[in-house]
């Protein structure tokens, strides 16, 4: 079965609306998500680090109050896009990193907003 | 100089055909090598891992990597058209929650 589940698959909405999305981790109980964006035909940009029961940890050049983290509990973290535009159309893929192994993948949220 | 190097294809090969997939790296700290699949619209899916230096068999696919010269491989024996799909090298310092690294992908055709 899938280690990691993320939900929605696809969601469409209008512009300036706010969407969350949901990983979890159903087989481990995962201290660090990372969330990833990826535009068609280009590889995955770690877009955070996710960690439960603190703040998430951005890379250069993302805005934290745009892509808001919460990692509440071991196997649950969600990334909300806040007043979304068009350039926030992409492809968002949560992971979850444990012990020893390395990352394993949801299967990604389709956002596009029009 | 980006710290991860693959070539992003595209790559076309008849079905049977021996694949050979590669990746390049700067970062010496890099010990654990992976190899994800990822079709269209999907998550990347693990393939293989490797720590350090060696080889790694998997049923149609072999793992190599050569840490002196920074330089690890992908091989996929007896290619189907199932194996279509984009394969992604990545690398990091540790597992669990040390950041990975991903190169660019290879998007790879296989023809029937």
């Known amino acids: 079965g899938a280690v990691v589940s993320q939900h929605p698959s696809w969601v469409i909405c209008k512009s300036g609306t706010s969407v969350k999305i949901e990983c979890r981790s159903l087989?481990?109980?995962?201290?660090?998500m990372f969330w990833y964006r990826q535009f068609p035909k280009q590889s995955l940009m770690l877009m955070a680090t996710?960690?439960?029961?603190?703040?998430?940890?951005?890379e250069q050049g993302v805005e934290k109050d745009k892509f808001l983290i919460n990692h509440a509990s071991l196997t649950l973290s969600t990334l909300t896009v806040t007043s979304a535009h068009p350039e926030d159309s992409s492809f968002y893929i949560c992971?979850?990193?444990?012990?020893?192994?390395?990352?394993?993948f949801g299967d990604g949220t389709r956002l596009s907003i029009l | 100089q980006k710290e991860v190097e693959q070539d992003p294809g595209p790559l076309s090969v008849p079905e049977g055909a021996i694949v050979s997939l590669n990746c390049t790296y700067s970062?010496?700290?890099?010990?654990?090598f992976m190899w994800y699949r990822q079709y269209s619209r999907k998550g990347p899916e693990l393939l293989m891992y490797?720590?350090?230096?060696g080889n790694k068999e998997d049923g149609r696919f072999t793992a190599q990597v050569d840490k002196s010269s920074k330089y690890i491989s992908l091989f996929i024996r007896d290619s189907q058209p199932s194996d279509s799909a984009t394969y992604l090298c990545?690398?990091?310092?540790?597992?669990?929650?040390?950041?990975?690294?991903f190169g660019a992908g290879t998007r790879l055709f296989v023809k029937a």
């Open positions: 970062n010496s700290a890099f010990q654990y």
């Open positions: 996710s960690n439960e029961g603190s703040k998430a940890t951005y």
């Open positions: 490797t720590y350090s230096s």
């Open positions: 992971s979850v990193g444990v012990g020893n192994q390395p990352q394993h």
């Open positions: 990545a690398m990091s310092a540790g597992t669990g929650g040390f950041k990975t690294i």
């Open positions: 087989d481990f109980q995962a201290t660090t």
